[in-house]
């Protein structure tokens, strides 16, 4: 099945340490992005991909870092400059469907819990 | 990078329609308007896009007026289960700018 998977699921980490979540697709897909959610937002995107080897940021990067080595995929790196980095990480892709249709896909999320 | 302004809450009852509209006042030629669903603990999933006029699937029409400034996301016939946050994205595909960011979304409750 085609999709994206985000591994784990739920992290734990403790306050000051780096921290990578992970973002597989198989879609074939050009661009990839990273958001965060926190409880009751919307998302926010940290940061997108639209080719391999280049990345910009989005509207809350600062204490995130991304590689885009792959086609398949977008690693995020939450760092210890980030302040409060216990959120719901989501990642997508996107690519031209039918018609056009440009459709975001999403991957099942990264609780990360840091204490 | 046009904003998009929608109200935060909705609140309907099974069967009834549904409509969400979405404020985006400095769209741009080249912006298309597609709307996505998400689910508590779960990444949103596409329902609809648009560029002009009317747009229908299976699950929802989106309707846009001639001077592109709002949108309209139609729900027909709610069930309990789309209780849901709807969201509202502008974003420009032909000139390839992949920057996509959401708006806080409307979070709308279907009572039984």
């Known amino acids: 099945d085609g999709g994206i998977t985000q591994s784990p699921k739920y992290l734990f980490r403790k306050e000051g340490q780096n921290v990578t979540l992970s973002c597989e697709q198989n879609?074939?897909?050009?661009?990839m992005y990273w958001y965060r959610q926190d409880p009751g937002q919307g998302l926010r995107l940290i940061y997108y991909?639209?080719?391999?080897?280049?990345?910009q940021k989005g509207d809350i990067a600062e204490g995130y870092s991304v590689s885009r080595e792959k086609k398949e995929s977008f690693p995020l790196t939450v760092t210890s400059a980030q302040k409060n980095p216990t959120a719901f990480y989501l990642c997508?892709?996107?690519?031209?469907?039918?018609?056009?249709?440009?459709?975001?896909?999403f991957g099942p999320g990264t609780r990360l819990t840091v204490t | 990078l046009a904003k998009t302004t929608q109200p935060i809450s909705m609140d309907s009852y099974e069967g009834q329609e549904v409509n969400i509209t979405c404020s985006h006042n400095?769209?741009?030629?080249?912006?298309?308007i597609t709307w996505y669903q998400q689910f508590p603990s779960q990444g949103p999933r596409f329902i609809i896009q648009?560029?002009?006029t009317k747009v229908t699937n299976e699950v929802a029409s989106l309707f846009i007026p001639a001077d592109r400034k709002s949108s309209t996301l139609s729900l027909p016939r709610v069930s309990l289960s789309d209780t849901a946050v709807y969201y509202c994205?502008?974003?420009?595909?032909?000139?390839?700018?992949?920057?996509?960011?959401f708006g806080a979304g409307t979070t709308v409750t279907v009572r039984a």
């Open positions: 997508a892709s996107t690519s031209p469907g039918l018609a056009g249709v440009y459709e975001q896909y």
């Open positions: 879609l074939n897909h050009d661009a």
């Open positions: 991909s639209q080719i391999v080897n280049d990345f």
């Open positions: 400095n769209i741009a030629t080249n912006d298309y």
């Open positions: 648009g560029y002009k």
């Open positions: 994205l502008v974003g420009d595909f032909v000139q390839k700018d992949y920057k996509l960011s």
